[in-house]
């Protein structure tokens, strides 16, 4: 396929659909290559979710525009496509074509503010240049953070489309109890069941119960393999390559709910390390000649999209596994499909679970306490945390929470600024610098 | 009564007006006044009037975040809030939120209390506030050793309800052409009545209203409106003033977003609470069915109207998503319909103010 080929449309999503496409081409070719987390495997995903969006055009399949905080699996039992907003800004910042950065310029020029998180900005500079696909309709929720909050009303008010809204409640936050409070599950199973009345009416179509339960079935599948594999990546040395939890995120965000590719993924990974442990072999030592894990780090915040090799680079260079990420650590758990309310019950469980809205949205404790469980539960050695420009929220407690995870852990951890999306705020060879002397200087 | 006396109420905390009662500070206009006055308590706006430093917020906080709360912060960590018997907090957005993480591990008040303010005005999310208000009602009453009878609170509503009356009475008169009170000095009466017994400035503002009309004329050629998140700093519309414009009327959260719903006397009073809360003219972080950018712009479009109303300033705190995006939207809005706007960004504490001056004085120039 030549490259014209791929341009077909909307400029935005077919470079994704080139990037991910050429990727799994290539990594057919030679085979999978070593520190790189973005496999086959992962590609097909990708791929076929990039691809099921002309599909979903051709057929006139309706199209319901989702933020990350909202779960795909209602739009698939429903026959809708599910077009992720994130996975359109997220992923052409991992492909770094380039092209994401005029994006990003060009919304600021049309006056949004350089420090609004550019994993809507990407979007909305594209969209107003008419680079991306139009949606029929819209839902998203309040979490993670301001910027989501205000941004997706801008988009709402550009598209002027019909729009569903989540409010999730802020959480109080309790050691002793539960991480539901026994208002927060009906406030939000109730709002589901207007999402589905929303996207039904919206949709022209109808999510029937035996529609939902396969739907969900298949979500499980992949949920329960994930959360295999993310026990696995507790075992010393790591199975498996670093960023691996994040594309296993990725995926499930785009594609939970479909059979196929996304529950081979999962089962794929879930093997594999699986195997890798009982021969006693850890990824490092497999990939990197005469090397041994020495150091296992957690990824605080959010991985650094431009330039995801600086993973691979710190396997290579100093033998750090990143064994977990805070995108990757999901604490959702398989959904009860015995009805449709246990159902409505457990995917609000989920939504309130989402990685980053679970740190987020609630008081700095439910934050603190899981990367204090993550810290011991995975023996980290330390804890990076490149603090995203857009994310307000947590940059207003990183002092503190550096603070206190080395209080009650006795990790370290190091903290720096990056928009995770434009490397021409702070450059990929800063970031190595600054982790360089870290791992020297504190560590060796 | 003297404009003077409000003056004195918009000073360096803690003014002459916080010794009579014990005070709780709250940081949003989402907080429900009336249960705290209900309580025997004085409730005021957290507000950096008069500080200049940052430093000491700013090493918990970071420099991505807004202003107001690394000033605040640093005035909580330097003792300068003591005399508060407490402080209510909410989630009205990220900085506020974070700043309350910050706050709880640093320098926790006396008393301290969060609510969870829903983004949505529907009957769930009325319900949510609802509950949440009682849970703040049994809070301050086993604090204080009180009850906070049906009684009390509606008295408390119907004092509060008679400032926003008299408050909006007063902003009644800036719609006229012949103004006899300045943007100012009307602000200034707003500030005040976020920082004193509602008792004594609705007596104060009761006799000033009642020699309005002796007061003499204001000189103007442009009628101007505010648009922005917090500002409770007068001097911004004194710059604005000083230029020759004349700020008539606002849709900011110190001013007309948190004068202009009344609590329905008649319903349950903790239910009629949740319900003007979350009703009232939204924040934008508010993404409701009927509380979002629509009910926004339509608001703002009936105070250009009703205030005729020349031109818009936008003012936003830097690093507030929130109002920045709102913003944006308005603009363009705005924009459209022919009504020209200008925006700036701001830091909560005055810095560049010869640049805001040059920038407001080409922008009345394109009105004149």
Sequence with gaps: MSLDEYKVKYELWDNLRQFFTIGRNLIGELGSAPGVSFNGEFMNVMVDYLNNLYEAEKNKTPIAMYNFCV?????????????????????LAIANTQTHMGYIDYAEESGLARE??????????????????????????SQPCDSTNILYQVMKNYYNIPTFTFDIPYWHYDEKNEFY????????SGQIKKMIAFIEENGKTKITFDKLKTTVENSNKAREYTLEFLELMKHKPSPAASLTPFTLYMTLMAAAGTSGAVIDYAKWCRDDAKEKIKKGIGHISENYRKKEEKFRCFWVYIPIFFDPMIFSWMEQKFQISTVMDMMGYQ???PIDTSSEESILTDMAKTILEMPMARQSRGPMEYYLDDVVKIVKDYQIDFCIWGGHLGCKHSWAVASMMKKLIQERTGVPTLVFEVDTMDSRVVKGKEIRKTIQNFVTEILQ | MSIEDFYEAIQPVPTKYMKNKKVIGSFCSYTPEELIHAAGLLPIRMNGRGHKETALGDSFLSKFNCTFCRTTLDMILKNKYDFLDGIISL?????????????????PPKFSHFLSVPHHASPAAIKWYTDEIIKLKNHLETSYNIEITNERLKESIKLFNKSRTLLKSLYEKRKESELKITGTDAFAIIIAGTAMEKEIFNEM???????????????????????GSLIDDIEYIKLIEDLGAVVVTDAHCFGSKYVWDMVDETKNPIEALSERYLKKIPCSRMIGKNVNHDVRRAFIKSM??????????????KFCDLQGGDNYMMIRELKELG?????????YIISGMSQMKTRVQAFLEVLA
């Design chain 1, 71 to 91: 779960p795909p699996e209602l739009f698939y039992a429903a026959d809708i496509y599910p077009l992720c907003q994130e996975i359109g800004s997220v992923a």
């Design chain 2, 205 to 227: 503002l009761t006799r000033f209203l009642e020699t309005y009309d002796e007061r003499p004329k204001v000189d103007y050629d442009r009628r101007v409106m505010v648009v």
């Design chain 2, 304 to 317: 250009i109207k009703d205030f005729y109303v020349d031109g818009v300033i936008f003012e936003s705190l």
């Design chain 2, 91 to 107: 989630n009205s957005c990220d900085h506020i939120r974070r700043t309350w993480d910050n706050i709880k591990y640093e320098h």
């Design chain 1, 331 to 333: 604490m959702a758990q």
């Design chain 1, 181 to 188: 409070d026994e208002r927060t599950l009906p406030y939000l």
């Design chain 1, 116 to 141: 609004q998180c550019n994993a809507q900005k990407i979007w909305i500079g594209a969209t107003l240049q008419d680079k991306t696909p139009r949606p029929d309709m819209m839902v998203y929720a």
């Design chain 2, 339 to 347: 009504v020209p706007t200008l925006e700036l960004d701001r830091e």
